[in-house]
């Protein structure tokens, strides 16, 4: 890991970016990710030249200058196997120009030993998701990335990025882990806890009985109509949390007053697995062991140790697609 670096920042931040590059003889817009929504190439990611063999470093050309006004996506070599689909892990090794003034900013070099995890979601730059997305293992990629997919008007100075300074990548996508989908039961077992609702619709859970569960559990209170949450999308919910050993109340959006809205890849991952998929209008319970959710250290300042299980009631209200 290279110290003030992209590769640091995109396991750090929430940013903005994308990735293109091409190469001469190449014009493929997609790979062989039938059914997936790919970017597509543009003028610009056409513009660079792209050399070497797939796992070795590439040899990167373009004009000084190059600017995109949107993301751009070439594809250099085409991989095989399942498509990076929304929360998919993949690992990747990647090159960035600065595509202003062509200088390298950043690499985490080549080769199977080199290559870094990634999540198809918005923990990465915007351009970057736009990029790796619908990808194949073993697929090169190069990309064109605007300001408003990456650092925005303000740039990133320590990477030598200026406010208007667009970014080219070029991407090899070594593997790809299709997300697990969580299974929701229709109605809760009799290891979930009661829950009821009061006259405003506020839960209330009774304290849990028995050994919790090791692996997350979901279960539908009440199946809504509305279109499926997506790791990606921005959900505005109601949630209620109790510690599985004493029945406490850690924290709730019902008692705030205020729903709560975030991205599902934002919270502890058992939450976020819980959501997607769940139509909008939906209410689960959901029991989460320590390993999908505050894991070993705890969260000490609500009470929580790190061996204690965490059960949610959560109303989804809306969804806003990213």
């Known amino acids: 890991m290279h110290k003030k670096t992209l590769t640091k920042m995109l396991g750090a931040m929430l940013l903005a970016g994308s990735l293109v590059v091409s190469m001469a003889a190449c014009t493929s817009t ?12 543009g003028s610009n990611s056409d513009k660079v030249k792209v050399s070497g063999s797939f796992g070795a ?11 995109s006004k949107t993301t751009e996506r070439t594809v250099i070599d085409n991989g095989k196997g399942s498509a990076a689909t ?21 690499t985490t070099g080549f080769g199977k030993s080199k290559a870094i995890p990634l999540s198809v979601d918005t923990t990465v ?28 008007s303000t740039g990133q100075e320590s990477l030598g990025i200026g406010a208007k300074d667009s970014i080219v990548f070029v991407i090899d996508v070594d593997t790809v882990k299709l997300p697990t989908k969580t299974k929701v039961l229709s109605t809760p077992s009799s290891i979930f806890p009661k829950v009821t609702f009061d006259s405003k619709g506020v839960p209330t859970i009774a304290k849990p009985s028995g050994t919790a569960p ?22 505005t919910l109601n949630y ?45 319970i959901v029991i989460i062991p320590p390993a999908d959710g505050y894991g070993s250290d705890g969260q000490p300042s609500a009470g929580i140790s790190g061996t204690d299980d965490l059960v949610f009631v959560i109303d989804i209200i809306s969804r806003k697609a990213a």
Request: glycine content about 12%; charged content about 15%; aromatic content about 8%.
């Open 30 to 41: 997609a790979s062989s990710a039938a059914g997936c929504a790919v970017t597509k190439s």
């Open 125 to 152: 730059i915007t351009g970057l998701y736009k990029a790796i997305k619908c990808s194949t293992a073993g697929t090169r990629i190069a990309a064109v990335i605007p300001p408003a997919d990456a650092f925005g």
């Open 214 to 235: 090791t692996k997350l559990q979901v279960a539908y209170l009440k199946k809504g109509t509305g279109v499926p949450i997506k790791s990606t999308d921005t959900v």
């Open 86 to 106: 929304d929360g998919s892990s993949i690992t990747v090794n990647y090159s960035v120009y600065n595509a202003t003034n062509g200088k390298q900013i950043d």
């Open 57 to 67: 470093t590439p040899k990167v050309t373009f004009a000084k200058g190059l600017s």
């Open 240 to 284: 209620t949390g109790i510690i599985w050993a004493t029945g406490a109340v850690f924290d709730s959006s019902w008692t705030s007053g205020t729903p709560a809205s975030f991205v599902p890849t934002q919270v502890v991952p058992g939450f976020g697995k819980a959501l997607v998929g769940q139509p909008v209008g939906s209410k689960i």
